[in-house]
């Protein structure tokens, strides 16, 4: 089983930039896949990010989101990264980190066997 606890969320002005940190607990990290999700009220969960249990295979949602977000992965040390520049007010929401028993990243929501419980991003323009 895997624990997941997200940190890093805040209020930032657009253009700004912060990084969103997933920490895990549990053994077999380093066997999962992992993914960041973002959900804005009113809205579903929707895919952001994902990367392979080695860091090795990395994807992204869109070119809304592809340039300016960086997955990344440190499993020595259990964590996941989000690295986000130029942020819009769009990207107001909270963040979730995914873990997944496949492997290689994930897109779908469905296809994520843990949860963390999310870190707000607010955006002001």
């Known amino acids: 089983q895997v624990q997941l606890l997200e940190s890093g969320g805040g209020l930032v002005q657009a253009g700004g930039s912060l990084s969103l940190a997933c920490a895990g607990s549990g053994r077999t990290f380093a066997s999962y896949g992992m993914g960041w999700f973002r959900q804005a009220p009113g809205k579903e969960r929707e895919f952001v990010a994902a990367?392979?249990?080695?860091?090795?295979?990395?994807?992204y949602a869109d070119s809304s989101v592809k340039g300016r977000f960086t997955i990344s992965r440190d499993n020595a040390k259990m964590t996941m990264y989000l690295r986000v520049i130029n942020l819009k007010p769009e990207d107001t929401a909270v963040y979730y980190c995914g873990a997944t028993k496949f492997s290689s990243g994930r897109s779908r929501v469905d296809e994520y066997d843990y949860w963390g419980q999310g870190t707000q991003v607010t955006v002001s323009s």
């Open positions: 990367i392979s249990s080695s860091g090795g295979v990395k994807s």
